[in-house]
């Protein structure tokens, strides 16, 4: 869960719906701002996706996931004569300048297969994160297949006509970003580079040709020069989120775009791949070395306080990012060397082992596993043994993770971003004490860069405070997630197999007490990593005594007599009420290692503080509501008289009404839209503003959900009624509805239906005419236009 994401879960859930989704299926309007079609704008632009943000999408955007990968197959069959328009990317967005030659190898290696795991083709071109590049870099691109990058025009150092001898100093001159060139690299090996149009590209990220769908196209088909007569390529680049999240309704501006100029016969829309195939480079160019769009002084932005920052706290300072990058380098080096030291012995090669694998990362399964180490091990391996390479392969996975970029983008170590680079490493850190035996003094070597890092925030001082306060706390392992699973089984009955993240849990026995609103539970369950395929047998016991009252022990392989004997000792005492001193017997028994809810998985603790306290709220508004009915004449008055309502008093009503509001509307089935007029009059009478923002969010996956339910059965409109009148109640609210799911749902049942209705209903059929006569009017309600 990520607060600021709000209304949203988290803000890959907030940009899949701003962006990611809306890309998928945008909506030509017309110059009434009626949608009138549906087109799915990756099939026509060339893009990219990171392997992380795409395993995301395949979990928990499945339609969008599948919408993206078919976008490039009909980009290939349909539009580009085989030339598919997804570009692949190293693999988790690591500044490639910043790499040393090996990591900048794997990662290359695993974007490919990723692309290949999911596309189902071999990639022709590589997106560089933050078009950061040095030669190296592109060298290696070359070496694994790569035929293009694309780069912004100041990374172009000079450039000539092949064949000829004499260079163009690019510092005094402009580049031409209508060609593609050739770059010869110093192994002998080449690949061709695009230069995007700068100017149009800054026009679309922080200025308003998205404004309109019309101006872009005409400000794209400008670029073109008259004077020129062979072939010319006007290309931009921009990050993806820019058509939806940074610009709301970025997405139409582009579809509409593209529209425009194909409908108009304005230019051709091609793709890198395909353009590169028919025009091939004819001049050369040099790169300017350790380069990127998104920072003018090179790539210091991920290194140093170079200046460049978000702009939202102008006078914060970014002193951090260098000894951030220090330990961070540090700790790479000194998990290199654990990891060729206990590879040892044990592999033939262990970085070949480690590029190869992305295998198992893509489909994590014993089966996979115990392939990819009977490929590479110089003997048979014992199960401890794999499970020690399996956890230094993970370490190492790890130790790339925390060089993701956006972890130095921004403005201070403690943003999100940069505590997310800090957990990996932690994680890394982790791995490398259990593989090794331990990992104190590596820890102690990291921190102490970390205690250089200031943050600008003071209450959170530097890095080593926010690896001891946020980090450290929340590290991950068999007894932590034992805890998580026996401090659930109190509020909810849990499957006997149950797969929480990472981890497969097996319970053999769970003895659960409950007296009043105490419980008390016993159990043993099996605990194993899907990743490490280590496993542990834990005891637990759990005491709960209402409120956020809980203590948590757990212990793996308990000896069972002490377990049995303390477990019919707590029972007595429960049994008869002496609960004094239990939490102290189960601290004692399980040696310290106990747990409270703090130690929960965020979400999962969200989910049983809201079950804790839902008596407490329930009481509170109900006693607000007596309060309101009771003071309900005297307030009549105050309005009567103008004179302001008590703040406080307000305030307290202002809760109530809105808790009444939205537990109504979060109501499985039918909204019963009488109670809600009556809550917004109510709401209304006393000038209670209804939380509108909260109230969109939840009305607009209301309505969503209905018409989606439609869709299976869309000759009968009941569900449609149900949505016309939960559309008429809330009229006159300032309500911010984002219906695109309905809207698409609505477009492609007309397409199917409607006319076949429009049939039956001139023939008489009545049924038919009611249908027509409703879809209509749905028709103004959506702003869809069928024909």
Sequence with gaps: MQESAYPYHDWNKRVAAECYAPNATSHIRDSARKMVDIVNIYSKISFDFGPTLLSWLQRHEPETYSAILQADSKS??????????????????????????????????????????????????????????????????????????????????????????????????????????????????????????????????????????????????????????????????????????????GDMALAYCLYHIESNNLAEITNYGKYLEEYPPTREVEVLENSSWSCGHGVERWRSDCGCNSGINPRWKQGWRKPLRDGMDWLRDNLARIYEKHMSGLVRDAWDLRNEYIKVVLERSDKNADSLLSGHALKALTKDEKIKVLKLLEMQRNAMFMYTSCEWFFDDISG?????????????????GDASGSSLELEEGYVAFLEKAPSNIPSFGNGAKIYESVIKPALVDLPRVAAHHAMSSIFEDLPELADVNAYIIDRKAHDLQEADDKKLAFGIISVRSKITLEEGAINYAVLYLGNHDIITGVKENMEMGRFDSLKEEMKADFVTGKIHGMSALIDKNFDGHTYSLSELFKDRRTEILNKVFHKTSKELESA?????????????????????????????????????????????????????????????????????????????????????EWSGAAEDMTLVEDVFSLLKTLNGLSLDLNLRESQNVYFYVGRRLLPSMRQKAESGDRSAKRWVELFSDLEDYLKVEIE
């Design 416 to 432: 999100i971003e940069t505590i997310q680079g800090l957990q990996y490493a932690a994680r890394a850190l982790q791995l490398a």
């Design 76 to 249: 290939r069959e349909d539009f580009f004569g085989g030339h598919g328009s997804a570009m692949a990317q190293p693999y988790n967005h690591m500044i490639m300048p910043l790499a040393n030659a090996r990591d900048k190898r794997t990662q290359v290696i695993w974007g490919i297969a990723d692309f290949e795991h999911r596309f189902k083709r071999k990639p022709e071109g590589m997106w560089l994160p933050e078009t950061a590049v040095d030669s190296e870099t592109l060298d290696i691109l070359a070496e694994h297949g790569i035929r293009f990058a694309v780069l912004a025009p100041h990374q172009a150092l000079r450039e000539r006509e092949i064949g000829d001898k004499k260079w163009r100093d690019l510092s005094k001159h402009k580049l031409d970003t209508k060609n593609p060139y050739l770059c010869n690299l110093p192994s002998g090996r080449s690949i061709a580079l695009f230069f995007y149009n700068g100017a149009i590209s800054h026009g679309v990220a922080f200025g308003d040709l998205l404004n309109d769908g019309v101006n872009f196209a005409n400000r794209l088909i400008s670029a073109f020069s008259d004077e020129e007569v062979d072939a010319q390529l006007v290309n931009i680049a921009t990050d993806g989120e820019t058509y939806g999240h940074h610009h709301r309704f």
């Design 624 to 708: 607000l509501r007596t309060i309101y009915k009771y003071q309900y004449p005297a307030m009549q008055t105050v309005k009567l008289f103008r004179i302001p309502l008590l703040k406080y008093f307000y305030n307290n009503l202002e809760f109530a009404l809105n808790a009444d509001i939205f537990n109504l509307l979060k109501k499985e089935g039918k909204v019963d839209c009488k109670r809600l007029k009556a809550l917004l009059k109510e709401a209304k009478s006393i000038s209670v503003q209804p939380d509108n923002v909260t109230l969109s969010f939840i009305i607009s996956r209301k309505i969503n959900s209905i018409i989606k």
